[in-house]
Each structure stands twice: as C-alpha cells, then as structure tokens.
C-alpha cells in the first residue's frame, strides 16, 4: 500500500534551521506532485509549498517564500522541505502529500515542528 513517512521535524530556535523528508513507498513518486502543508494548533491546514512531478515548477506560500525551499529526489523517491530563519509562527504539524490532481492523494502522518526559545 502506499505510504508516506515524514521525518526531521524537532525542536528549534527562532533562526535555526530543519529540512523535513518525506519518503514515499507503493506509488510510482515520479508521476505525482509533492507538496508540504502544516496546521497550526486551532488553525486550517495550509499548503506552504509545492512542486511538480519532474521539479520544474515550484510554489511556495507567501508566508515562507525566501525561507523555505522544497525540492526532490525521484530516484529516491523522496520529497524535501528545507526551512531557514525559523520563525514561531512556523510552529505547526507538517504533512506532505502525494497528488495526481486538486483533490485526493495520499497523506503523510505529520511531523512535529516547534520554534520556541
């Protein structure tokens, strides 16, 4: 079955950094575009970025753009989120996800990200 595991979320000071992985099994990753969201205790779940099957286009929230930078690896069938000048309001459960189109795909379970100091 297809899964998605997340990882390298922690704890954090304002400033630091993390990069966040996601590592797909059960899917063809190539043919699918990769995205990372977060929800924040009491808030939506927001898309914070997103990237196409082959990496040729990339979108990021406005919130993170300049910090925040995703990327990946199909022949390791990985996605990436590498989070720079971490701020508090980046606090929050961060997912990836696995779609072929608007609606649908597959979730990660969340990994854990706190900017405190």
């Known amino acids: 079955q297809v899964q998605l595991v997340e990882s390298g979320g922690g704890l954090v000071q304002p400033g630091g950094s993390l990069r966040l992985s996601c590592a797909a099994s059960?899917?063809?990753?190539?043919?699918?575009?990769m995205s990372w969201y977060r929800q924040a205790p009491g808030k939506a779940r927001e898309l914070v970025a997103i990237i196409t099957s082959g990496g040729g286009s990339i979108t990021y929230a406005d919130s993170v753009k300049g910090r925040f930078t995703i990327s990946r690896d199909n022949a390791k069938n990985t996605a990436y989120l590498q989070m720079n000048s971490l701020k508090p309001e980046d606090t929050a459960v961060y997912y990836c996800?696995?779609?072929?189109?608007?609606?649908?795909?597959?979730w990660g379970q969340g990994t854990q990200v706190t900017v405190s100091s």
């Open positions: 059960g899917l063809p990753f190539s043919s699918y575009v």
């Open positions: 996800r696995a779609a072929r189109g608007a609606t649908g795909g597959y």
